[in-house]
């Protein structure tokens, strides 16, 4: 028996298309099997709520195992797992090649498919992550949508929480006027023909999180890239579809993966690398897409072809190296390690990167934030949210740097709120959280 935990994971493609998929004897079987294996490893009891509401319920049972546990009980199990899949890159020892071959999110994923093809689709959250209407939408009257979802304001976010559902403390991103993709359009940027990474080209895959709610994060990655040579065109079709992956809906996730593989494959034809400013996307185009479409040859380049912001420049770094002028952060990061970073299985590039800055002082918390996307807004979810991501909360406002950064800004931003709560002497006053682009941006001198 090769040990999983001793191999680099496997990951299978999804049968989504296979009518077993979601037939509920066999998805129910398949459950059980998996639990069990997890009851008696329990191995993930602090990783996040699924697990201790798992084992919560197989102890409160009447034979104190899982024969006894109503199997209708398990979607609670379900609900609380936001795919951050951490306990399969990291914590799990049975993932394949182990001949147990337990893969714990996409077999959540598959149960919220199988529960979507039922007809169970919460509408509140349906409407929530469907980022690129809102984004647009929202950018016609940007400062009335801002502060109408201000944690700050005590007339609109108790409507917000009994209408949507989300919770009225729950801190929410910003939209603006401009997105990044019209503002680079406006503002060319050349590249630096003296750069030893000159001749270089990428295509930035916006995501629908910098275009809409932050376009510093992009303006902050174009810098940096035009400053080391790099030319750059910012390209967004759509979103990536990560929001829908979280609820199930499989289908819309294929159809957004064939449209967006499409369209950056053109880029792909001119010599441009591709570059995701989030995580959450770019392991969306790297892995994801992939598993959902294993014979798309397009699907397929785009995922060798994408790299993350960090992981780019730090490739740039170890090939060509980088243009002069980097100057200290005072004061240091405290660099929050976003799951979906982790997940892409390249090492901790942001770390990499900012530890070239001159200098450098990067303090790393590996724990989850305890967001999970859409997840941790809702009213039934930011508790335990804050509770989960208390770890990493605490872990930050120890380090007791001058920055705060995360590279997944909804997690940089839940860990602030997180920190609000810390019942510690000396709590950081942090204004903003950053993304580690950012800040290497900002030791350049080219902003923020």
């Given amino acids: 028996m090769s040990e999983g935990g001793l191999n680099a994971p496997i990951r299978h493609p999804l049968d989504w298309n296979d009518p077993d998929f979601y037939d509920w004897e066999k998805l129910n079987a398949e459950m059980e099997r998996v639990f069990d294996v997890c009851h008696g490893c329990r191995r993930c009891f602090n990783l996040c709520d699924s697990f201790p509401r798992l084992f919560d319920l197989i102890d409160e049972s009447d034979s104190g195992e899982l024969d006894t546990v109503d199997k209708a009980d398990y979607t609670k199990v379900v609900d609380a797992c936001t795919l951050c899949d951490m306990c399969f890159m990291v914590s799990c020892p049975y993932v394949p090649p182990h001949e147990f071959n337990i893969d714990f999110p996409h077999l959540m994923l598959r149960y919220r498919a199988a529960e979507r093809k039922r007809g169970k689709i919460d509408r509140r959250v349906d409407q929530l992550t469907r980022t690129d209407r809102n984004g647009k939408l929202a950018a016609f009257a940007a400062p009335a949508c801002n502060w109408a979802s201000s944690t700050a304001n005590k007339v609109t976010r108790p409507m917000m929480e009994e209408l949507a559902g989300v919770h009225r403390d729950a801190a929410l991103p910003e939209f603006h006027g401009k997105t990044f993709a019209l503002r680079a359009l406006e503002t060319p940027l050349e590249a630096n023909a003296e750069a030893p990474a000159r001749g270089r080209k990428a295509a930035l895959y916006a995501t629908c999180f910098v275009n809409y709610n932050n376009p510093k994060i992009g303006e902050a990655a174009r810098a940096v890239l035009a400053h080391n040579g790099v030319e750059t065109e910012v390209v967004y079709p759509s979103c990536c579809g990560m929001p829908q992956l979280e609820q199930g809906d499989i289908d819309k996730v294929a159809k957004v993966a064939r449209q967006v593989a499409g369209e950056l494959g053109r880029w792909i034809d001119q010599g441009y690398d591709i570059v995701a400013l989030t995580p959450s996307c770019a392991l969306m185009l790297k892995f994801e897409w992939p598993l959902i479409l294993p014979e798309d040859a397009a699907v397929k380049r785009l995922s060798q072809a994408t790299f993350d912001i960090t992981e780019y420049v730090v490739d740039i770094a170890k090939k060509e190296g980088l243009s002069e002028g980097l100057s200290p ?80 800004p909804l997690a940089g931003q839940h860990i602030l709120q997180g920190i609000e709560r810390l019942k510690m002497d000396n709590k950081p006053q942090v204004d903003r959280s950053y993304h580690p682009i950012e800040l290497f941006a900002k030791a350049y001198g080219l902003g923020g």
């Fill in 329 to 408: 952060l005072e004061g240091g990061v405290s660099l929050h390690m976003a799951c979906h970073a982790r997940a892409q299985n390249v090492g901790a590039k942001a770390a990499e990167m900012l530890r070239m800055v001159p200098g450098s002082d990067v303090k790393v918390v590996e724990r989850c934030s305890g967001h999970g996307g859409s997840w941790g807004v809702m009213k039934e979810n930011f508790e335990t949210a804050i509770k989960v991501g208390r770890p990493a909360a605490r872990l930050s406002a120890q380090a007791g740097k001058t920055y705060i950064a995360s590279e997944c």
